[in-house]
């Protein structure tokens, strides 16, 4: 069993048969999918419903014969479970280069808990130590892009390896940027992105997770918000 998988299993234990749950998108989500569904057939746990975070795994929840409603039926979820890209000491967040990071925070929001699942590489003491990623509206794209990189140390449009756009489940298209010294102020930087218009949403996830499993050769162990 790889370290997202014990994560993975730790955040099912503290999964109740009646629940509603906010199902993450991404390989260590995807593994906590694939023990979840495996306990419903197995009458381990029922009456279970999900709402996904992106159309993946709206589309692996199903083939696990996992029920799955929405927000606009159940707007108050018990528990929501997904991975991150990074992880600081307060658990703020950076995800999105699952590239459904949008779905992902209107989905998490919505929880009474939100446990993030990882391996203990996800650990950095400041955000940004890798990219972060914007959504952007197609239309300027270059425009945003051109805007992010003066915000940022470099910025570039998100592409396939034919070269096109990678276009996310809104159908909007994705910038990754990058900060040489990390991200000194990440509330700062949210405010900003959150006040330009054309940017949809960002992968700042600040004051959300209530938990965090990391997964390490020691084993695993919890981490709770200050």
């Known amino acids: 069993m790889n370290l997202k998988q014990q994560a993975a299993r730790e955040a099912l234990t503290h999964v109740e048969s009646g629940m509603v749950l906010g199902l993450g998108s991404g390989s260590t989500a995807g593994y906590f999918l694939d023990m979840l569904g495996q306990r419903l057939r197995n009458g381990e746990l029922h009456d279970i419903v999900g709402v996904p975070t992106s159309r993946g795994s709206a589309e692996r929840a199903r083939a696990l014969g996992i029920p799955l409603s929405s927000l606009a039926q159940h707007s108050r979820l ?7 890209d990074e992880v600081d000491p307060q658990l703020n967040l950076i995800k999105g280069l699952g590239r459904a990071l949008l779905r992902e925070k ?11 699942v990882a391996d203990e590489s996800k650990l950095v003491p400041r955000l940004g130590a890798g990219p972060l990623p914007v959504e952007i509206v197609p239309f300027g794209a270059e425009v945003h892009i051109r805007w992010l990189a003066e915000l940022a140390d470099r910025a570039e449009l998100w592409c396939e390896a034919d070269g096109s756009p990678i276009v996310t489940d809104n159908g909007n298209y994705l910038a ?8 000194a102020d990440p509330y700062g930087l949210a405010r900003t992105l959150a006040d330009r218009p054309g940017i949809v949403e960002h992968g700042l996830f600040l004051g959300m997770a209530h938990a965090a499993i990391i997964a390490s ?3 695993t162990r919890w981490l709770s918000r200050p």
């Open 176 to 183: 990754r940027c990058w900060f040489s010294e990390g991200i």
């Open 217 to 219: 050769p020691q084993g």
């Open 78 to 84: 018990d528990l929501a479970v997904d991975g991150a």
């Open 106 to 116: 209107i989905v998490e929001i919505h929880a009474e808990r939100f446990i993030v």
